[in-house]
Structures are given as structure tokens and as C-alpha cells.
């Protein structure tokens, strides 16, 4: 069980990484085009900064599950720097229930929101509000695996790096 879930976990991260990485060359070209278009063209784009506004949502929260998976974002370090033996097991289960909780609240209350707003379109596409609000639920179930199988096999670098 514990070799399926890091290897359903490292295909998950992995696309998650790349999405990640691709979503932020397509907003740094939105970004270069709305400015030719704007200030070389004289002709404004109407829709590129709402796309990078939407694509930055779901960058960030496919970045999450990389994060999380890596232990990268801000925890409990000092209680993990000085924890030992059962006590350090304990605060590393106190930390992943933690994260796991906020992670199913994100994902009901992310299911949620879609559910209200996938009538709306954007402003300057004809294209359901739905889509950008998704990447909230589907980003946090994604980070939920990266979770359990970072309490499975941790990886992490920044802690064991740091001074």
C-alpha cells in the first residue's frame, strides 16, 4: 500500500510540477503580449490580465502540492528541530492531521464555490467563472495526497538544510 502511494504520488507530483512550471511561462507571455499589445500596438488586450489573474490560481495551487509534498512550506521546524524519538512522531502526526484538516476544508468549501459560480462567466470571455475556482478543490485533493505521503516518506530538504 505505502510503494502505491508514493509511486501514485510521485506521478501526481510530477505533473503538478509541470503544470506549474507551464502555467507560469503562459502568464509571463500573457503578461509580454498585454504589454506590445498595449504600448506598441496601441490596441489594449481585454483579456490577458484576466487570464493571468485565473491561470495564477491554478499555478499556485498545483506549486502547493509540490510544496507540500517537499515539506517546503512554513511549519513547526523549531518543534521538529528539537523533537526526538516518539515525541518527533507525535509532532509530525500533529502537523499532517493539521494540514490535512485545512486541505478537506478547502476541498468542501472549494466544491462549493464552483458549484455557486459556474453560471458566472468572465468579464471578457464567455467562459464559466466554474473553471478558475476549480483549481481551489482539485488543487487541495491533489495536496492531500502529497500530504499522506509526505507523513509516509518525508522529504524535507529546507529542514534539513537549515542552520
Do not use: K
Request: net charge positive; aromatic share 10%.
Amino acid at each position: 500500500m505505502r510503494q502505491l502511494l508514493l509511486q501514485i504520488d510521485r506521478w501526481i507530483t510530477g505533473i503538478a510540477w509541470t503544470g506549474a512550471c507551464l502555467l507560469l511561462a503562459v502568464i509571463a507571455s500573457l503578461g509580454l503580449w498585454q504589454v506590445v499589445a498595449r504600448f506598441v500596438l496601441s490596441q489594449p488586450s481585454t483579456w490577458t490580465e484576466e487570464s493571468m489573474r485565473r491561470l495564477l490560481i491554478w499555478m499556485v495551487m498545483l506549486g502547493t502540492v509540490v510544496a507540500f509534498r517537499r515539506g517546503a512550506l512554513v511549519s513547526v521546524d523549531l518543534m521538529l528541530r528539537v523533537s526526538r524519538g516518539a515525541w518527533r512522531q507525535t509532532v509530525r502526526g500533529i502537523i499532517t492531521l493539521t494540514a490535512l484538516a485545512y486541505l478537506s476544508v478547502l476541498v468542501w468549501f472549494g466544491i462549493d464555490l464552483v458549484t455557486r459560480v459556474r453560471f458566472q462567466t468572465f468579464a471578457s470571455m464567455e467562459l464559466s467563472m466554474g473553471w478558475a475556482y476549480a483549481a481551489l478543490p482539485v488543487g487541495a485533493a491533489l495536496a492531500f495526497l502529497a500530504v499522506l505521503a509526505h507523513h509516509v516518506d518525508p522529504l524535507n530538504e529546507e529542514l534539513d538544510n537549515a542552520q
